[in-house]
């Protein structure tokens, strides 16, 4: 199982990157996927996840109406559109992948077994 991160970088407040996933070495359609972050000094935090069964989605409430999560099952691809970006925004993206998930559960990355190296993502002027 490998999930390798792409698409971080420097971007001015309210501006746009769109992260990417690319899943191998398992069936992305069985497997919960999740985006999690961490900022230099914190914990690492659930930002959007999306469960194997219907779909369903975690967002936090600090990304609401701004992130997007979506896959791709076909290309084994799993993508974080972040829109308006607030410098609190800035950490390291992580991707992560795990077996199937009650929706009360998708937002702790401790129910995740598979994760990429990240990617960096810093908002500043």
């Known amino acids: 199982v490998q999930l390798v991160e792409s698409g971080g970088g420097l971007v001015q407040p309210g501006g746009s990157l769109r992260l990417s996933c690319e899943a191998s070495?398992?069936?992305?359609?069985?497997?919960?996927i999740g985006w999690f972050r961490q900022a230099p000094g914190k914990g690492r935090e659930g930002v959007s996840c999306i469960s194997t069964d219907d779909g369903s989605v975690y967002l936090a409430e600090s990304v609401k109406d701004r992130f997007t999560i979506s896959k791709d099952n076909g290309e084994d691809m799993v993508y974080l559109q972040m829109n308006s970006l607030k410098p609190e925004d800035s950490a390291v993206y992580y991707c992560a992948a795990t077996g199937p998930l009650l929706i009360s559960d998708l937002s702790d990355p401790n129910n995740y077994d598979y994760w990429g190296r990240g990617t960096q993502v810093t908002v500043s002027s």
């Open positions: 070495g398992f069936v992305l359609g069985y497997y919960a």
